[in-house]
């Protein structure tokens, strides 16, 4: 069947940069299989579908496949999608209530033609382990001795685990270099049922944070921009520094500048501008 498929450049303050996500919307008469057939061409960190609500009271169902399979909920996918059903009603400011696996998340999006901001409110934040980060260090070649003395590693979810991994210093954060086979089995040895994001992350100044995020299960094993794991390591910036409002800058080391704007005073609301680059037809079997 023939599909409506758009490409944006999520949490890019600059073309060409952000997190790059083809959204794929009247996908109501796709099959799960071909979806996840579709994610898997893309090679992209995400592809969104979009749906029918199902649940009644949301304006839209929202799908995401990774390319090793559907995932409850993503961030920058969330900010994407929201800004394409905008722009597809021709609205230049609208609110949206979408439902994913991971149940159902607010978005306002205001648009300047291909050009806006997006903000998503996450489901509240649950705090859970603290594990031994020695072999997720190895894995991505930093040494134990470079973590945050006053700050405790901790995994923290919003709808997707994330490793909150505080670093000393921005030289150790950039020198990161990942291992795909070893980051994956170190994340299989913490016994979650899918991989947690490894957010490694280092204050620059106050409230502002550079982050990378390794992931074993994207292509490259870093994201350039991840709104899944940000609201998270906001909730924990919250709860360990006293602190409700931080920037991050990610994708520097991937050539792919992005910009997150964490906001934890009422809920936890992740903004980030938003550039439609692209749109067209696709013949999906």
Same mark, same amino acid.
């Given at each position: 069947?023939?599909?409506?498929?758009?490409?944006?450049?999520?949490?890019?303050?600059?073309?060409?940069?952000?997190?790059? @996500?083809?959204?794929?919307?009247?996908?109501?008469?796709?099959?799960?299989?071909?979806?996840?057939?579709?994610?898997?061409?893309?090679?992209?960190?995400?592809?969104?579908?979009?749906?029918?609500?199902?649940?009644?009271?949301?304006?839209?169902?929202?799908?995401?496949?990774?390319?090793?399979?559907?995932?409850?909920?993503?961030?920058?996918?969330?900010?994407?999608?929201?800004?394409?059903?905008?722009?597809?009603?021709?609205?230049?400011?609208?609110?949206?209530?979408?439902?994913?696996?991971?149940?159902?998340?607010?978005?306002?999006?205001?648009?300047?033609?291909?050009?806006?901001?997006?903000?998503?409110?996450?489901? /509240?934040?649950?705090?859970?382990?603290?594990?031994?980060?020695?072999?997720?260090?190895?894995?991505?070649?930093?040494?134990?001795?470079?973590?945050?003395?006053?700050?405790?590693?901790q995994i923290v979810s919003t709808g997707l685990a994330?490793?909150?991994?505080?670093?000393?210093?921005?030289?150790?954060? #950039?020198?990161?270099?990942?291992?795909?086979?070893?980051?994956?089995?170190?994340?299989?040895?913490?016994?979650?049922?899918?991989?947690? #994001? $490894?957010?490694? $992350?280092?204050?620059?100044?106050?409230?502002?944070?550079?982050?990378?995020?390794?992931?074993?299960?994207?292509?490259?094993?870093?994201?350039?921009?991840?709104?899944?794991?940000?609201? /998270?390591?906001?909730?924990? $910036?919250?709860?360990?520094?006293?602190?409700?409002?931080?920037?991050?800058?990610?994708?520097?080391?991937?050539?792919?500048?992005?910009? @997150?704007?964490?906001?934890t005073a009422d809920g936890i609301r992740v903004s980030?501008s938003v550039r439609i680059v692209g749109s067209g037809?696709?013949?999906?079997?």
């Amino acid at each position: 069947m023939e599909c409506d498929i758009h490409w944006v450049e999520v949490f890019a303050e600059q073309p060409l940069g952000g997190n790059l @996500l083809p959204v794929i919307t009247g996908a109501d008469g796709l099959a799960t299989e071909s979806m996840a057939a579709v994610a898997r061409r893309f090679q992209q960190a995400e592809t969104s579908f979009v749906q029918r609500a199902t649940d009644g009271v949301s304006d839209y169902r929202h799908r995401i496949f990774m390319v090793s399979g559907e995932i409850p909920f993503a961030g920058h996918p969330s900010l994407g999608t929201a800004a394409i059903v905008a722009h597809a009603e021709g609205r230049a400011a609208a609110s949206f209530v979408q439902q994913t696996g991971a149940g159902r998340q607010a978005l306002e999006v205001t648009l300047d033609g291909s050009v806006g901001r997006v903000t998503l409110t996450q489901n /509240p934040a649950t705090f859970s382990a603290t594990p031994d980060p020695t072999s997720v260090l190895a894995a991505i070649g930093i040494a134990t001795d470079r973590q945050r003395s006053d700050l405790v590693p901790q995994i923290v979810s919003t709808g997707l685990a994330t490793l909150v991994l505080p670093l000393d210093d921005l030289d150790t954060l #950039t020198t990161a270099s990942v291992d795909r086979g070893r980051l994956a089995a170190a994340l299989d040895d913490l016994g979650y049922d899918r991989r947690p #994001t $490894v957010y490694a $992350v280092a204050e620059t100044e106050p409230d502002r944070w550079r982050a990378r995020a390794f992931v074993a299960d994207v292509p490259g094993a870093e994201d350039a921009a991840t709104g899944s794991a940000a609201g /998270p390591f906001g909730a924990y $910036v919250g709860r360990y520094l006293g602190r409700s409002s931080i920037v991050i800058e990610q994708g520097i080391e991937m050539g792919s500048p992005s910009t @997150l704007v964490v906001d934890t005073a009422d809920g936890i609301r992740v903004s980030g501008s938003v550039r439609i680059v692209g749109s067209g037809r696709h013949d999906i079997p």
